[in-house]
């Protein structure tokens, strides 16, 4: 079994800056690819961002330049810093990880709760 917590959503203006985290446990051997996702009301879940375990980042066009994804492997925690909001980011947050469980060495993909992120003055 494996749980994923995510913090740091919230509140916050128009050219503002929040920093989401997410981290992990359980019966966790390895996490292979961390990345976040996010859904606005009446959408669909769109993927934002992917680090993989040698640090191989990617981004989705419209956060490109704006949001950093990063890792701390010894906390298996991943954090999305996001810079420049705009009202469009608002959205539900979700962190998605890829972990090789203790168990029976097979990999499974796992979900954060998600967090709300809100950009509005």
């Known amino acids: 079994q494996v749980q994923l917590v995510e913090s740091g959503g919230g509140l916050v203006q128009p050219g503002g800056s929040l920093r989401l985290s997410c981290t992990a446990s359980g019966n966790i051997l390895s996490i292979d690819t961390m990345g976040w996702y996010r859904q606005a009301p009446g959408k669909e879940r769109d993927w934002v961002a992917a680090?993989?375990?040698?640090?191989?980042?990617n981004y989705a066009d419209s956060v490109k330049g704006r949001f950093t994804i990063s890792r701390d492997n010894a906390k298996n925690t991943v954090y999305l810093e996001m810079n420049s909001l705009k009202p469009e980011d608002t959205a539900v947050y979700y962190c998605?990880?890829?972990?090789?469980?203790?168990?029976?060495?097979?990999?499974?993909?796992?979900w954060g709760q998600g967090t709300q992120v809100t950009v509005s003055s």
């Open positions: 998605k990880m890829t972990v090789v469980v203790t168990t029976s060495r097979y990999s499974y993909s796992y």
């Open positions: 680090i993989t375990s040698g640090g191989s980042t």
